[in-house]
């Protein structure tokens, strides 16, 4: 069973968004991963050579937009997730100023690009903490 960030974290999540996996003949994952999936989040205008990654993890919901508990099956292909910013300090510097309804993105694993990602609502970006 998973274990939700809010438990750990004592916060909500940062924000949300509609996501697709791309497929294998995509250039994306063989299999798709599991809730728990921690991968590196870019904007769709960064370079990333220059502008780096970040830490933002996604955390899966259903498609009734509960969250998956069952680590032990692949998530969906497509659908919702709730976004998590890892480091409070880049919450204020950059993610605050750049998300908002509308950005699009992309998942990583290293320089890879294995899915797309549109945020569809903001929740505690604005308010969750910075340290």
């Known amino acids: ?17 509609k996501y697709r996996f791309y497929t294998p ?5 063989k299999q798709l991963p ?16 220059t502008t ?34 890892l480091f409070g300090e880049m919450r204020e510097k950059v993610h605050r100023h750049r998300i908002q309804v509308g950005t699009r993105g992309y998942f990583l694993e290293g320089p890879r690009r294995v899915g797309e990602v549109e945020v569809t609502s903001l929740v505690g970006l604005l308010t969750n903490p910075v340290n």
């Open 34 to 49: 599991f809730q728990g999936y921690r991968c590196d989040f870019a904007y769709e205008s960064d370079d990333i050579t």
């Open 25 to 29: 003949e995509e250039g994306g994952r």
């Open 52 to 85: 780096g990654i970040y830490a933002i993890h996604p955390e899966f919901e259903d498609g009734d937009g509960q969250l998956i508990m069952d680590t032990e099956r692949p998530v969906h292909r497509e659908g919702q997730a709730r976004m998590w910013v």
């Open 1 to 17: 069973m998973w274990n939700p960030y809010e438990n750990s974290r004592q916060h909500t999540h940062d924000f949300t968004i």
